[in-house]
């Protein structure tokens, strides 16, 4: 079992930035992949970015390359999506989300965080 707590959301003005954590206990943290997904009010759940437990492969989807950037410390057991050149199309609730095996699909992961909300305002 993996507990995983998001901080770190809130409101911003586009253009400028936040840093999202994601705090895991449980069962040992560096074994599993990592993903950030976003799901705004009336969509559906969205794939943000992916790690993999040692770092060596990393996703982003299209919207957001160049301008996020997922990292993890296995020390401390935590995952980190660095968010610059927020615009109102990123408000959404950003979860984090632990899985066996690197993957893109969200059916993969079996452990979630309850969410941190991130605000863009234009």
């Known amino acids: 079992q993996v507990q995983l707590v998001e901080s770190g959301g809130g409101l911003v003005q586009a253009g400028g930035s936040l840093r999202l954590s994601c705090a895991a206990s449980?069962?040992?943290?560096?074994?599993?992949?990592m993903g950030w997904f976003r799901q705004a009010p009336g969509k559906e759940r969205e794939r943000v970015a992916a790690?993999?437990?040692?770092?060596?492969?990393?996703f982003y989807t299209d919207s957001v390359k160049g301008r996020f950037t997922i990292s993890r410390d296995n020390a401390k057991n935590t995952v980190y999506l660095q968010m610059n050149s927020l615009q109102p199309e990123d408000t959404a609730t950003y979860y984090c989300?632990?899985?066996?095996?690197?993957?893109?699909?969200?059916?993969?992961?079996?452990?979630w965080g309850q969410g941190t909300q991130v605000t863009v305002s234009s």
């Open positions: 449980g069962r040992t943290f560096s074994s599993y992949s």
């Open positions: 989300a632990a899985a066996d095996k690197f993957s893109l699909r969200s059916a993969a992961y079996d452990y």
């Open positions: 790690i993999s437990w040692e770092g060596s492969m990393i």
